[in-house]
């Protein structure tokens, strides 16, 4: 086959697996295998694949077709215009979580924060993104997984952040509350998919994405319970707690604040317009 007949080929097998992005998703698994850019195999539409390559290609192909995620097929996805490396194991990072990041950058910025927290950190996505656009942030990046921890310090090491983190396997705030540890910021992305909820999830993120990183509970809200208790014994005076929640869990993560004690709560939406950030101090 030559380029153009991959693909449309490809095309075909991906858009009767009603896979909606299957021009897009096709073409970057091409220039996966031949380790060309887009442009490329649109300028040589006629140039003939080698066997290997074409078996390859249609691998992945067949791979994306049952639904398998293009960041775990591809071991990369872009968050924060930074490459993140990501696999099975670990929670795909969303664009909707940027909105988090941005306003926690702002507000370590405009209060010279030095000392985060991320916890459940996945990929580490939130805390390295933080690392590395903030010069003089300090960042403890902890969860329970031990793939989440391999995965993330393979981020550190690639962003050369290995000065300015500090990545350890704990239970929450287990580990930080038994060293005695005090930060400004924790920021947390945690499971927050209510058990019942969780099948009815699309293919590609119940039967790929692990469980451990989307199940909150039975009403989705195990995790803000638990980090608002514990977050208050490591936070500082005046320190802020920054969540990212579910489309639907605006007045229940807020009242769990307000509850523990938190003031000055406030929410951000996404770009879909729903609720996404919920962000309090600790007077």
């Given at each position: 086959m030559n380029i153009n007949e991959a693909?449309?080929?490809?095309?075909?097998?991906?858009?009767?697996?009603?896979?909606?992005s299957y021009i897009i998703d096709a073409q970057l698994l091409l220039c996966r295998v031949l380790n060309v850019e887009k442009?490329?195999?649109?300028?040589?539409r006629s140039e003939i694949l080698t066997l290997?390559?074409?078996?390859?290609?249609?691998?992945?192909?067949?791979?994306?077709?049952?639904?398998?995620?293009?960041?775990?097929?591809?071991?990369?996805?872009?968050?924060?215009?930074?490459?993140?490396f990501v696999e099975e194991g670990v929670l795909i990072p969303r664009p909707d979580t940027e909105i988090l990041v941005e306003e926690c950058i702002s507000i370590i910025k405009k209060n010279n924060i030095s000392l985060i927290c991320d916890m459940c950190c996945g990929s580490g996505d939130i805390g390295i993104s933080i690392g590395h656009y903030v010069e003089n942030s300090k960042v403890w990046l902890y969860d329970i997984s031990d793939i989440a921890l391999n995965v993330t310090k393979k981020n550190i090491s690639n962003l050369n952040l290995g000065?300015?983190?500090?990545?350890?396997?704990?239970d929450l705030f287990q580990l930080p509350i038994k060293e005695g540890l005090k930060f400004n910021m924790i920021v947390s992305n945690p499971p927050y998919i209510k058990e019942e909820v969780i099948p009815t999830l699309m293919g590609d993120v119940k039967d790929y994405e692990p469980h451990l990183a989307l199940s909150g509970g039975q009403d989705g809200l195990d995790f803000y319970r638990r980090i608002c208790k514990e977050g208050k014994e490591v936070l500082s005076s005046d320190g802020y707690l920054c969540f990212e929640i579910g489309h639907d869990q605006e007045m229940e993560v807020k009242s769990i604040?307000?509850?523990?004690?938190?003031?000055?709560?406030?929410?951000?939406r996404d770009l879909g317009g729903n609720h996404r950030v919920v962000i309090g101090k600790l007077p």
């Open positions: 693909l449309i080929k490809a095309y075909d097998i991906l858009k009767s697996s009603d896979i909606e442009l490329y195999i649109i300028m040589n290997d390559k074409e078996q390859e290609f249609f691998k992945l192909i067949n791979l994306r077709s049952c639904k398998k995620p293009m960041a775990y097929i591809l071991g990369q996805v872009e968050f924060m215009g930074i490459n993140f000065e300015k983190t500090n990545v350890n396997k704990s604040m307000k509850t523990e004690g938190f003031s000055d709560i406030y929410s951000l």
